[in-house]
Structures are given as structure tokens and as C-alpha cells.
């Protein structure tokens, strides 16, 4: 079982910064595939940024150039630097993490930690 745990939200005015922290529990974090995922009341769920245990990141086309995701594999914890917030960013921000054990992949996922941008 792998424990995930956010933090980091809060309310920021639109053109603000955060940087929401994601620490994972396990021995080979670094082979994890780490992702950061948000949704709204009644809204699906979405990816946000995903960042592979070779270090390939994939970005949701409305964050580009705006949202960073980044890993330290000693610290077991991914970091998502968001700038230049928009209200549209407001959402609850989850954490998952994707084992790979023995060609299956399990999904583990936090608490979520709210994210909320206005003036």
C-alpha cells in the first residue's frame, strides 16, 4: 500500500503562485509515474501534469507554460509550481501515483488539497 499525502493549497489572487507538494510512501518511488489531477463539483476528473520515473512529463494543454511538475527522488515528494493562476485553476487538486508490480499498474491517490485563485 502506497500512502499519498498533498499539501500546499490555499486561496491566491488571479496572477498568483503556488507550489503544491506530494509525498509518496515506498522504496522505489523514483520508478512511479506521479500525476496531478483536478476537479470541480460535478465535473470530471482531469489530468493535469504527469511526470514519468524516467523523467518524461506530459502537460494539460490549458496549463502549458504556466504549471510545472518536477520530482526529488530522495525526498520521495513531486512538486506542481503553478503561475500566472487564473480562476479557471480553481479545483481540488489530487495527487496519484502509479505503481507498476509484476505488469499491472495500481493507482494510489491523496486527499486532494483545495486550490482556489480570485481577487
Known amino acids: 500500500q502506497v500512502q499519498v499525502v498533498e499539501s500546499g493549497g490555499g486561496l491566491v489572487q488571479p496572477g498568483g503562485s503556488l507550489r503544491l507538494s506530494c509525498a509518496a510512501s515506498?522504496?522505489?518511488?523514483?520508478?512511479?509515474?506521479m500525476s496531478w489531477y483536478r476537479q470541480n463539483p460535478g465535473k470530471k476528473r482531469e489530468l493535469v501534469a504527469r511526470i514519468t520515473g524516467t523523467g518524461g512529463l506530459d502537460y494539460e494543454d490549458s496549463v502549458k507554460g504556466r504549471f510545472t511538475i518536477s520530482r526529488d527522488n530522495a525526498k520521495n515528494t513531486v512538486y506542481l509550481q503553478m503561475d500566472s493562476l487564473k480562476p479557471e485553476d480553481t479545483a481540488v487538486y489530487y495527487c496519484?501515483?502509479?505503481?507498476?508490480?509484476?505488469?499491472?499498474?495500481?493507482?494510489?491517490w491523496g486527499q486532494g488539497t483545495q486550490v482556489t485563485v480570485s481577487s
Open positions: 496519484n501515483a502509479r505503481v507498476g508490480i509484476l505488469s499491472k499498474y495500481y493507482d494510489y
Open positions: 515506498g522504496s522505489t518511488f523514483s520508478n512511479y509515474a
